[in-house]
């Protein structure tokens, strides 16, 4: 089993910064991806940023120019560094991985989110 654990959610005032960070735990051979998931009151879940492996970053076009997303593989962990927030921004950020594990006597990939972290941003 992986678990993940976000940390960094808050409340700001808009044009404000705030960064979030994702550790991974657990049975791990390998994250393929890594990234961050937002879900406003009443929205369904979209995209923020994802950092795929070996690949570069994906931006959702609402955050672009403005969050930063980073890996550290070495930790397993995924960082979200949010400038100049609005309004809009506000929602539970939710980390995601895309993990391959050895169980047993095979390779195994799932999919794992974590709790989520409350990111409100106020006008």
């Known amino acids: 089993q992986v678990q993940l654990e976000e940390s960094g959610g808050g409340l700001v005032q808009a044009g404000g910064a705030l960064t979030l960070s994702c550790a991974a735990s657990?049975?791990?051979?390998?994250?393929?991806?890594m990234g961050w998931y937002r879900q406003a009151p009443g929205e369904q879940r979209e995209l923020v940023a994802r950092f795929p492996s070996y690949l570069d970053p994906v931006y959702a076009d609402p955050v672009k120019g403005r969050f930063t997303i980073s890996r550290d593989n070495a930790k397993n962990t995924v960082s979200l560094q949010m400038e100049r927030l609005r309004p809009e921004d506000t929602g539970v950020y939710l980390c995601n991985a895309d993990v391959t594990s050895f169980i047993g006597t095979q390779y195994h990939t799932n999919e794992f989110w974590g709790q989520g972290t409350q990111v409100t941003v106020s006008s």
């Open positions: 657990g049975n791990i051979l390998r994250i393929n991806d």
